[in-house]
């Protein structure tokens, strides 16, 4: 079974700075799927950023980056230029690629930006 | 478009009680799926279905029934409720995920159990 391990369970960052959010996985498959999602206070999980396997080239969506480590199992969030609606708790997730449908989630990371 | 919809936003039972909680989606997706979420948890998949008429287990399937009767809509049926029920369920849903689709997700449902 894949697992996915947040070893941060809080940070806090100052308005405008760079975070890092780490994320380790385990699996035997190269053909997957990596993805993070941010929970605001609302509660809604809203996807971040997604990274295919089999891509070396890592992903990016605005001020959201990843740097994905395939050999190291490794896949943490960069967020840059840090705003006050970036407080969330953000979750790694992983989905095995073909006909398999699970995403499986680490424990969460909560962000607090402050002012 | 209204997405994932779940209904209601927050339920009070007691122990024993049933109930059900409502999904539907709007964006023609076979693939829906429900996760609790328990805090220092994180999201545990319950029940997922890629297709009306098609449903299968997750991580935690234990005291949850699921059926599929229309590609819109994935309820998730509690029987008999108990205390360790009390989590916050999410519904979501995607195309087909046989390439890292991303999964939607409803605004989920609070569930207190006493």
């Not at chain 1, 509660?43 to 890592?58: P, S």
């Not at chain 1, 190291?72 to 979750?91: E, V």
């Not at chain 2, 919809?5 to 999904?23: D, N």
Request: proline share 5%.
């Amino acid at each position: 079974a894949q697992t996915v391990t947040q070893s941060q369970p809080e940070m806090s960052v100052q308005e405008a700075e760079t975070v890092t959010l780490s994320c380790t996985y385990d699996t035997s498959e190269s053909n997957y799927y990596l993805f993070w999602y941010k929970q605001p206070p609302s509660r809604q999980m809203i996807l971040v950023i997604r990274q295919e396997a089999y891509k070396q080239q890592n992903a990016t969506e605005n001020r959201f980056s990843v740097n994905f480590q395939k050999a190291a199992k490794s896949f943490s969030l960069k967020i840059s230029d840090s705003q006050l609606g970036d407080t969330a708790m953000y979750f790694c997730a992983f989905m095995m690629g073909g006909s398999n449908y699970k995403l499986t989630f680490g424990k969460g990371t909560l962000l607090t930006v402050n002012p | 478009n209204a997405g994932v919809t779940q209904t209601p936003k927050f339920q009070v039972l007691k122990t024993g009680q049933s109930m059900t909680l409502q999904c539907a989606q709007d964006m023609n997706h076979e693939y829906m799926s429900w996760y609790r979420q328990d805090p220092g948890m994180g999201l545990r998949l319950i029940h997922y279905s890629v297709g009306a008429g098609i449903t299968d287990q997750g991580e935690v399937p234990n005291g949850y029934n699921v059926s599929r009767s229309t590609t819109e809509d994935f309820p998730l049926r509690l029987l008999s409720a108990a205390p360790s029920q009390t989590s916050v369920y999410f519904c979501a849903s995607s195309y087909f995920p046989s390439g890292g689709e991303t999964q939607y997700f409803g605004p989920g449902t609070r569930l207190l159990v006493l």
